[in-house]
T-cell receptor
């Protein structure tokens, strides 16, 4: 298995431009998570999907951010318009959903990340 | 958003030394996890703990789920240069993970 695939690996753009980050989860996983990592705030969950449906988007910073999962093998995170403070590494992770019971947990597998720089 | 407190923030040790780091929370978690992140990569799961008081080993790594459910510890024995990286704890009650602030480990030969 190729693991979680993210593209692009690096993105440099100018303030005001639209940015689209892409993620292909591990085949068979039906939970998908978008995280943002910065020095100041660490790893933050932005949004996650179960079976292509957004479950919790409370971590999405503002309306400039949107995420979609049109099918089980693809998700996008879009920033429009981008700002310098959006510069960060964005990770996608996937897992099987909880199988039930408080002691169950399914490991989240992380992609290599997209390093975004907004000038 | 919520973050867990990890300590120490960074460690500089000699190869062969043992390492201890911990993670505390004001909230109770049902699951504690420890991840390692290498430069330019995503976090990779090292150990998962599911029961209060549980002690689990993975090679030279040992982790414990605190009895109060509000803390966890990770020990690395006989450190080697490839242990270098950032170690994150994470707590979970549902699908969501809440990550710690990270411990940056540097190992000198």
């Amino acid at each position: 298995d190729a693991g979680v695939i993210q593209s692009p690996r690096h993105e440099v753009t100018e303030m005001g431009q639209e940015v689209t980050l892409r993620c292909k989860p591990i085949s068979g996983h039906n939970s998908l998570f978008w995280y943002r990592q910065t020095m100041m705030r660490g790893l933050e969950l932005l949004i996650y999907f179960n079976n292509n449906v957004p479950i919790d988007d409370s971590g999405m910073p503002e309306d400039r951010f949107s995420a979609k999962m049109p099918n089980a093998s693809f998700s996008t995170l879009k920033i429009q318009p981008s700002e310098p403070r959006d510069s960060a590494v964005y990770f996608c992770a996937s897992s099987f959903p909880l199988t039930g019971g408080p002691s169950s947990y399914n490991e989240q597998f992380f992609g290599p990340g997209t390093r975004l720089t907004v000038l | 958003g919520q973050q867990l407190n990890q300590s120490p923030q960074s460690m500089f040790i000699q190869e062969g030394e043992d390492v201890s780091m911990n993670c505390t929370s004001s909230s109770i978690f049902n699951t504690w996890l420890w991840y390692k992140q290498d430069p330019g990569e995503g976090p990779v799961l090292l150990i998962a703990l599911y029961k209060a008081g549980e002690l689990t080993s993975n090679g030279r790594l040992t982790a414990q789920f605190g009895i109060t459910r509000k803390d966890s510890f990770l020990n690395i024995s006989a450190s080697i240069p490839s242990d270098v990286g950032i170690y994150f704890c994470a707590g979970a009650n549902t699908d969501k993970l809440i990550f710690g602030t990270g411990t940056r480990l540097q190992v000198f030969p």
